[in-house]
């Protein structure tokens, strides 16, 4: 069990990414490779990302270099996932290669005691070395990660929309309270699942909560804590497969969505919008609007996600795309 404490401070300085961790979504995908645990959830990744791997000759890369130092277990080095990556995969990895020496060789000690470190491992506090992983590091994120950003930035945007709503709600509580089954709000600390039993005192540092597309199960967080606290958690993924993104299918679905009530109910969930709030903007039924986004949802342009009393309908990579395309051209200067 993970408890983290928090003060009044630390209610007021929690906040949300914007944007998926490259690292730590490289991270939490390598755990993926190593579990058939919601392997459902990811079925077309894992499929692709297979092919590609081994089209590419990275397999064996994955198997000696990247999957040993990411365990599935309780630790992993934190310098993998150093906060730069909050800037882009670029800014990350150019701290990677800034970690010091000393850091590395403590950690990968760490990694040695908790689960077993490859015996080459502590030579990672070699700089030269460190390219190599950093090398690797960015071939995977091409392979894995960067094919499926649209879909991961959707999803991220629809749970962004979700707890920004649950904040004006009930205030940093209620976004505490719904971050999902796996986690536990009772004043004033956030309960969860964990590896070990630990204690996190954020101690008016606030926490940064980064929801991950591959991360599944219990949330994660860094072992040094003495470091920014944040935490990684899982993203509520539905119980059948969709469609990669860009897949029109054979177009029939489509079909559907001619007609201007259609188009203005695509436009207001654009920021995320409820049922009741489609109705009012549209200017139909609730009945009216629930039918429509059920229309739109099933032509693979808007995820339809229920949070307390409400359903909140937010757009797809491919909506947010069909939205782009029609949108009207600027004026010539």
């Known amino acids: 069990m993970l408890r983290i404490h928090f003060t009044d401070a630390d209610l007021a300085r929690t906040r949300i990414a914007s944007a998926p961790d490259p690292l730590w979504e490289i991270c939490a995908s390598l755990h993926r490779m190593q579990s058939r645990q919601g392997r459902w959830a990811y079925a077309d990744w894992y499929r692709g990302t297979r092919a590609r791997l081994h089209d590419t ?85 091409a392979l894995a990660i960067a094919p499926h950003h649209d879909r991961v930035q959707a ?49 008016g540092r606030g926490l940064l909560l980064v929801p991950s597309y591959f991360c599944w199960g219990n949330p994660v967080t860094f072992g040094d804590t003495e470091l920014d606290p944040v935490l990684i958690y899982s993203l509520r993924h539905e119980p059948h497969p969709s469609a990669l993104p860009g897949d029109l299918g054979s177009g029939a679905p489509l079909a559907a969505l001619l007609g201007r009530t259609r188009a203005a109910v695509l436009r207001t969930a654009a920021t995320g919008a409820t049922t009741g709030e489609i109705a009012r903007a549209v200017g139909v039924s609730a009945s009216s609007a629930s039918q429509h986004a059920g229309a739109l949802r099933e032509a693979g342009l808007l995820v339809s996600r229920r949070h307390a009393a409400f359903v909140l309908h937010t757009l797809t990579p491919l909506g947010a795309a069909l939205l782009r395309a029609n949108a009207p051209c600027a004026e010539p200067r």
């Open 155 to 203: 999803r991220i945007d629809a749970e962004r929309a979700a707890r920004a709503r649950a904040v004006l709600d009930g205030g940093t509580e209620a976004l505490l309270a719904g971050l999902g089954p796996d986690l536990r709000w009772q004043h004033p600390v956030l309960h969860t699942r964990y590896p070990e039993d630990r204690d996190l005192y954020l101690n």
């Open 57 to 141: 000759g990275m397999v064996r890369t994955l198997r000696t270099l990247l999957l040993p130092l990411v365990p599935r277990a309780a630790y992993f080095p934190d310098f993998l996932t150093p906060p730069e990556a909050v800037d882009g995969l670029e800014a990350g990895v150019e701290a990677v290669l800034a970690t010091g020496k000393e850091r590395v060789r403590a950690e990968i000690g760490i990694l040695h005691r908790t689960s077993g470190a490859p015996a080459w491992a502590p030579r990672l506090a070699d700089p030269e070395l460190r390219q190599d992983l950093v090398h690797a590091l960015r071939r995977y994120h």
